[in-house]
């Protein structure tokens, strides 16, 4: 665990979760730019449309963390809303607020968008998996105690205070399970499962997947709808593993809750898109919305 990669001067300093995001977004924007060249797609938008789709993003990821966290926000630490570096983002709260704006941002550029939004799925994937290792280094998304072989023990601090603080795995099995999971002159954590590792690891496959599923694209949008299927699908899986997230409704987190939907969705646009696709005939990709008003 290293939430803070390097110390400048004074209170300046490099935290990881920032860094790998910042990361993140240039190693998808340089990849996606040249993807763009090769796919009838101005490498220019990728970076115009990705600032907006980064701003609002991060935006909406934090506005559902914070919905989610209530505690972790009062209303005398107004700027805690600021402090994106030290983690606390929540995808399908990006994802709901990044869709309408870039929608609207394409339209108004009178740009394709899901031929857009296919070029750069693959590499918002790749993004997302990146992010994730900034959550493994920040000590955040945590999964719950394990015996795998592969499980991963967060250590513990002291503040200059004496108080026994740690990484957030240490502080929820210290602080907030009952009984505790572990004494305050416990060292260590217990190993838990490393679902930040798991979800870098599976982004980075998915990423692989939609690349190799252009070669198969047969209508507009399928590369987008079959990440959000399969990140659905896994975060689904993963969220069993995770210690961080409460269960909201018939035992599932609110990630499964939102996910469950959003499988469906997609779904349906999958193959509702392949079914007109083939039943249209043609060579050239087509968007659903294109091929009903064809039909």
Known sequence: MH????????????????????????????????AARRKDVDPDTIADVGLWLLISGVLGARVMFMILNPSLFPLNHPLNFLKIWEGGLVFY?????????????????????????????????????????????????????????????FPRFVDETGFVTGSPVYEHQLYYCNPPLIGADAMRSLPVHPTQVYATLALFTISL?????????????????????????????????????????????????????????????????????????KGDCVSPAESQESG
């Open 93 to 153: 709260g990006g994802v709901l607020a990044a869709l309408p704006v870039g929608v609207f941002v394409l339209r108004k550029k009178k740009v394709d968008v899901w031929h857009f939004a296919d070029v750069l799925a693959p590499y918002m994937a790749l993004a997302h998996g990146i992010g994730r290792i900034g959550c493994f280094l920040n000590g955040c998304c945590y999964g719950k105690p394990s015996n795998v072989p592969w499980a991963i023990s």
């Open 209 to 281: 997947l939609l690349l190799l599923l252009w070669k198969r694209r047969v209508f507009k949008g399928q590369i987008f709808w079959s990440y959000l299927l399969l990140y659905s699908l896994f975060r689904f899986g993963v969220e069993f593993l995770r210690a961080d997230n409460a269960p909201v409704l018939f035992g599932l987190t609110i990630s499964q809750v939102i996910g469950v939907p959003v499988f469906l969705f997609a779904s349906a646009i999958l193959i509702r898109g392949t079914m007109l696709a083939r039943g249209e005939g």
């Open 3 to 34: 939430p803070v990669i390097l110390k400048l001067f004074g209170p300046l300093k490099i935290h990881s979760y920032g860094l790998m995001l910042a990361i993140a977004f240039l190693t998808a924007v340089t990849l996606a730019q040249r």
